[in-house]
């Protein structure tokens, strides 16, 4: 029942998206916080201990909720259950309006708002940016984002969920992600010792790295195909993060755009910014100058195609799922 719950999770986020400041990710901050308080005594034996807390501990909650509702009142509380999970955790409405706000400052022609709000979003200076390279940085943020908050989390939920673990999965990704990017912000101001911020990296490397490559195959199949796999297979490695690089690789050829290149810089610490579970980056990646894919210059009609290629690429996950439950119930 996993395609109903997604189906019903993504159409609940479209009409009334999760507020920013909720109470369901106020308690997660507060719990992430707690355990890194406790448990972070500099060792890397520590850091295990406080992201095994702060990561798989609500992960396991899902997860016995999930299957006290199944056995004790029926499959469709488990299934409201997992609408739930999935509408906290996944959604194109907890990034897309910043996506959408620069692109209407582009189409505007109001380029200094553009940049303006590009170093709101991110926390980076953008004062200097020429358009093409506000395009080229809003592509890269929009389609990291969109696969951490819609496509990571599909996977993950519909690979456990033929275990009958599809909410742990959810929960265990997104938290992976927040953890490891919360943990390096909160270091710029509170102690949280190397050998935390490590572990955490060290995990979320291995959490997304199957996800990672599930969403460049969707992208190559609903983009250019050939193209896609081919700056896959030859210019994922130009960038320094390789999950991130194997997606960047295959947008970049799947809508012919050149992507990577100088990285943009953090413009200060912003304790908001660093507090919001649904924020996009995941460490210093933005900081690091990569060399540039094939294809031509970013322009704002790249936007449209990006927003083609992932609604492309969501329509295909639930054709998927669709006949993967229909298989089911016919077998």
């Given amino acids: 029942m996993s395609f109903f719950a997604i189906l019903f999770a993504l159409l609940i986020e ?16 507060r719990w992430v916080r707690w355990s890194i308080r406790n448990c972070d005594a500099g060792k890397p034996q520590h850091g295990w201990i406080a992201w095994g807390l702060a990561a798989v501990v609500p992960a396991l909650v899902a997860m016995a909720i999930h299957w006290a509702l199944l056995l004790w009142v029926g499959w469709p509380a488990a299934v409201v259950w ?22 209407d400052a582009l189409d505007a022609g109001d380029e200094d708002r553009a940049r303006e709000l590009l170093a709101e979003w991110q ?11 506000i395009v080229r940085h809003v592509i890269e943020y929009s389609v990291l984002a969109a696969h951490r908050h819609v496509f990571g989390v599909l996977a993950w939920f519909s690979v456990l969920a033929a275990f009958g673990f599809g909410p742990a999965g959810a929960v265990l990704y997104r938290m992976g992600e927040f953890v490891t990017r919360y943990w390096r912000y909160r270091g710029q101001t509170q102690p949280v010792s190397e050998a935390a911020q490590s572990v955490a990296t060290r995990a979320w490397a291995v959490i997304d790295w199957l996800p990672a490559r599930i969403t460049a195959l969707s992208f190559a199949i609903v983009g250019s195909f050939e193209e896609a796999i081919d700056c896959w297979r030859h210019h994922a490695q130009r ?3 390789d999950n991130d690089g194997v997606i960047l690789a295959a947008t970049s050829g799947a809508v012919n755009v050149r992507l990577g290149g100088e990285a943009l810089r953090s413009s200060a610490f912003s304790p908001n910014g660093s507090q919001t579970f649904s924020a996009a980056s995941v460490g210093p990646t933005t900081e690091v100058d990569t060399e540039s894919t094939p294809g031509r210059d970013a322009e704002p009609a790249h936007l449209r195609s990006i927003v083609g290629l992932v609604w492309r690429t969501v329509v295909l996950w639930m054709v998927l799922l669709a006949l993967l439950t229909l298989a089911r119930l016919l077998g």
């Fill in 14 to 29: 479209q009409v009334r998206p999760l507020a920013r400041h909720n109470p369901v990710h106020a308690a997660l901050r």
């Fill in 239 to 241: 960038f320094p993060n």
């Fill in 82 to 103: 997992s609408v739930m999970v999935l509408y906290a955790t996944l959604g194109f409405r907890q990034f897309s309006h910043h996506f959408t706000a620069i692109r």
């Fill in 123 to 133: 926390q980076v200076d953008a004062a200097m940016l020429p358009r093409r390279e």
